[in-house]
């Protein structure tokens, strides 16, 4: 795909002309990170913005005793190390890559041309921070007002909307599912089989289709 329809499809670009994602792209350079490897570390100085190409990398705070809570995980389009750039504190999290990933990396001066040569730019940043701040109470809301049924179904439903709204193609294992709802992998699995069981979701090697929304909807506390 050409590096200015990539661009396009990030939100902090969309609004830019073809000779504006054009500028902005020979600014931006190309890096690749295998599976696993840590893309940035928790307070590492902030010196650059990266957009996801290709793969999906994960946003983690990992505690003393090693384990993993996951805010967030990015895929094509998705960006991440704007916030470090703006108030030129360190990085917040960990971002992992969860599978071979391609990354484009926009240096922090470049960042800063970029805004006051385009202030387009700084509209589609106010916008994505306020959706990412919504997801955030989202979260926080879910965490202390549902149980793990009920997260569960709404991560679910998050991650099948990604798509039609009924199928879910990213791979995300249990282990993965319980470091992001913040529960274990022993009672997501036990989760995942009753809702299975109910009739609410069917899991294949490939991909999670959701037979009854509305159903999940409830659980989730949607409905």
């Given amino acids: 795909m050409p590096l200015a329809e990539?661009?396009?499809?990030?939100?902090?670009?969309?609004?830019?002309?073809?000779?504006?994602?054009?500028?902005?792209?020979?600014?931006?350079?190309e890096r690749s990170y295998p599976k696993n490897s840590v893309i940035v570390f928790e307070d590492d100085p902030g010196d650059a913005l990266y957009v996801v190409v290709q793969g999906h990398v994960k946003v983690v705070l990992i505690g003393e005793d090693g384990r993993?809570?996951?805010?967030?995980?990015?895929?094509?389009?998705?960006?991440?190390?704007?916030?470090?750039?703006?108030?030129?504190?360190?990085?917040?999290?960990?971002?992992?890559?969860?599978?071979?990933?391609?990354?484009?990396?926009?240096?922090?001066?470049?960042?800063?041309?970029?805004?006051e040569d385009h202030p387009r730019i700084a509209l589609g940043l106010l916008r994505a921070l306020s959706r990412r701040l919504r997801r955030a109470d989202d979260k926080i809301g879910a965490l202390v007002l549902l149980d793990v049924l009920g997260r569960v179904a709404r991560l679910?439903?998050?991650?099948?909307?990604?798509?039609?709204?009924?199928?879910?193609?990213?791979?995300?294992?249990?282990?993965?599912?319980?470091?992001?709802?913040?529960?274990?992998?022993?009672?997501?699995?036990?989760?995942?089989?009753?809702?299975?069981?109910?009739?609410?979701?069917?899991?294949?090697?490939r991909s999670i289709t959701i037979r009854d929304r509305k159903a999940l909807e409830a659980a989730a506390g949607l409905a």
């Fill in 156 to 205: 679910l439903l998050e991650l099948a909307d990604e798509n039609d709204g009924l199928t879910i193609t990213r791979r995300v294992t249990h282990h993965t599912i319980a470091q992001m709802i913040g529960s274990s992998r022993e009672t997501v699995s036990r989760t995942m089989r009753d809702l299975v069981d109910r009739g609410l979701i069917e899991v294949s090697r």
């Fill in 68 to 115: 993993e809570v996951i805010l967030s995980v990015l895929g094509e389009g998705d960006f991440f190390g704007e916030m470090a750039l703006i108030d030129d504190q360190p990085r917040s999290a960990h971002v992992i890559a969860m599978e071979d990933a391609n990354l484009l990396v926009l240096r922090r001066e470049d960042f800063h041309s970029a805004l």
């Fill in 6 to 29: 990539t661009l396009r499809r990030v939100p902090l670009f969309a609004d830019l002309t073809p000779e504006e994602l054009t500028r902005v792209g020979d600014a931006t350079r």
